[in-house]
């Protein structure tokens, strides 16, 4: 049969010959172990110039935004407010009746048995704390690079819910890249604009340790009598809760007696954050995965990588609320007991060992803090 002109493999002429010295081959190999980007500089990203966004702002109804820096006034008035009518409730005597029947604390079953905390948990509560920092500092870097958030299967102008950078412009080549912004070094990890995948680095990996912890957390938990701490066991933890709220509130604080149990309010606000908001980051994480959602589409036709980021992100707005709660009500209510109990596990209010013990912990955040991001712009 006729190959249509077309030459057999014999009669092709044979190969030139190669130009390529050995010593061409050694220069060629030489440019390669050249380490271009060893340090981020002035080029790292294309050279991208430092852009920054605006004030967060959510999306009320179909085009009003609302500046939430306006919540910090509004917060101070209203919280004025409601300790000034808790106060007015106090002195009423059904009220009165209501927090001398629930005083605040609901004491589980075997709760007296298992009082105190092993020293698990003080190490637990630290690693949990450190590995946190770069977590949440590399998850605001991501955020940063596309600073809005939908509640809608795709990324459209004008239908995002949630931002901290200006409208879309109408330009029809706008780009994330051009959407993104600048973080100061001590906020982002890093703050640098467009640094995504270094701040994917750090979030993915210790994300893993993370997981780590928390699985080890979940064990030690719940072969241990400690989950009696975190998970209520009684309905009467809600009046009880409520109760606890109105006696804050007023500044007539109640009488806890955390060796044994904590009140209700505190095991309502551990119960969502171990057993509800650290599970939804992890589920919510996976969601965000392209792999994921191409693989598993009866799924992300829901449950969408939009969906999944909105809901990482408020996830991120829990976890920054209950930390500065925490922390504020750990140092008002009796410091020297609190740092006792979780790093000494001795129901000790004078002792200062457990303050010395929280002084180092914190002094080594606080270095991780202040080193993490230098760190990364030397080796990126």
Same mark, same amino acid.
């Given at each position: 049969?006729?190959?249509?002109?077309?030459?057999?493999?014999?009669?092709?002429?044979?190969?030139?010959?190669?130009?390529?010295?050995?010593?061409?081959?050694?220069?060629?190999?030489?440019?390669?172990?050249?380490?271009?980007?060893?340090?981020?500089?002035?080029?790292?990203?294309?050279?991208?110039?430092?852009?920054?966004?605006?004030?967060?702002?959510?999306?009320?109804?179909?085009?009003?935004?609302?500046?939430?820096?306006?919540?910090?006034?509004?917060?101070?008035?209203?919280?004025?407010?409601f300790i000034a009518v808790a106060k007015g409730l106090r002195d009423i005597? +059904?009220?009165? /009746?209501?927090?001398? &029947?629930? $005083?605040?604390?609901?004491?589980?079953? =075997?709760?007296?048995?298992?009082? %105190?905390?092993?020293?698990?948990?003080?190490?637990?509560?630290?690693?949990?704390?450190?590995?946190?920092?770069?977590?949440?500092?590399?998850?605001?870097?991501?955020?940063?690079?596309?600073?809005?958030?939908?509640?809608?299967?795709?990324?459209?102008?004008?239908?995002?819910?949630?931002?901290?950078?200006?409208?879309?412009?109408?330009?029809?080549?706008? +780009?994330?890249? /051009?959407?993104?912004? &600048?973080? $100061?070094?001590?906020?982002?990890?890093? =703050?640098?604009?467009?640094?995504? %995948?270094?701040?994917?680095?750090?979030?993915?990996?210790?994300?893993?340790?993370?997981?780590?912890?928390?699985?080890?957390?979940?064990?030690?938990?719940?072969?241990?009598?400690?989950?009696?701490?975190?998970?209520?066991?009684?309905?009467?933890?809600?009046?009880?809760?409520?109760?606890?709220?109105?006696?804050?509130?007023?500044?007539?604080?109640?009488?806890?007696?955390?060796?044994?149990?904590?009140?209700?309010?505190?095991?309502?606000?551990?119960?969502?954050?171990?057993?509800?908001?650290?599970?939804?980051?992890?589920?919510?994480?996976?969601?965000?995965?392209?792999?994921?959602?191409?693989?598993?589409?009866?799924?992300?036709?829901?449950?969408?990588?939009?969906?999944?980021?909105?809901?990482?992100?408020?996830?991120?707005?829990?976890?920054?609320?209950?930390?500065?709660?925490?922390?504020?009500?750990?140092?008002?209510?009796?410091?020297?007991?609190?740092?006792?109990?979780?790093?000494?596990?001795?129901?000790?209010?004078?002792?200062?060992?457990?303050?010395?013990?929280?002084?180092?912990?914190?002094?080594?955040?606080?270095?991780?803090?202040?080193?993490?991001?230098?760190?990364?712009?030397?080796?990126?």
């Amino acid at each position: 049969m006729a190959n249509s002109g077309r030459p057999t493999p014999d009669e092709l002429p044979p190969p030139a010959a190669s130009t390529i010295t050995p010593k061409a081959l050694a220069g060629f190999r030489h440019e390669l172990d050249q380490r271009k980007y060893d340090a981020v500089d002035g080029s790292w990203a294309g050279s991208v110039p430092a852009q920054y966004g605006v004030a967060p702002r959510v999306r009320i109804g179909r085009s009003k935004w609302f500046n939430l820096l306006w919540l910090l006034p509004i917060g101070f008035v209203l919280l004025i407010v409601f300790i000034a009518v808790a106060k007015g409730l106090r002195d009423i005597p +059904t009220v009165a /009746q209501f927090t001398e &029947t629930y $005083p605040g604390t609901v004491v589980p079953n =075997g709760a007296e048995e298992n009082a %105190g905390f092993p020293t698990w948990v003080g190490w637990q509560h630290f690693f949990n704390m450190l590995l946190m920092i770069p977590i949440i500092r590399s998850g605001v870097t991501i955020i940063a690079d596309h600073p809005r958030f939908y509640w809608t299967r795709h990324s459209t102008p004008g239908k995002d819910w949630f931002r901290v950078q200006k409208p879309v412009p109408t330009d029809p080549l706008w +780009t994330a890249k /051009q959407d993104s912004i &600048t973080l $100061p070094d001590s906020i982002g990890l890093p =703050g640098r604009r467009h640094s995504i %995948g270094l701040a994917r680095w750090w979030h993915l990996g210790v994300n893993t340790l993370w997981l780590l912890n928390g699985i080890i957390f979940y064990i030690l938990v719940f072969t241990t009598g400690h989950w009696l701490r975190l998970i209520p066991t009684s309905w009467d933890v809600f009046p009880n809760a409520i109760s606890v709220m109105i006696q804050y509130l007023s500044l007539d604080w109640p009488t806890d007696n955390a060796w044994v149990a904590y009140n209700s309010l505190q095991v309502l606000a551990y119960f969502v954050t171990v057993f509800i908001a650290a599970p939804l980051a992890f589920i919510t994480g996976l969601g965000m995965s392209p792999a994921l959602s191409t693989k598993f589409r009866w799924i992300s036709r829901i449950f969408s990588i939009q969906v999944a980021r909105s809901l990482h992100f408020l996830v991120l707005i829990w976890f920054l609320l209950f930390i500065v709660m925490h922390v504020t009500l750990v140092v008002a209510t009796d410091a020297l007991h609190n740092f006792n109990m979780m790093y000494t596990n001795t129901n000790d209010d004078h002792s200062w060992n457990g303050f010395w013990i929280f002084a180092v912990s914190l002094a080594v955040m606080i270095v991780l803090w202040v080193a993490v991001t230098p760190f990364t712009y030397r080796h990126p």
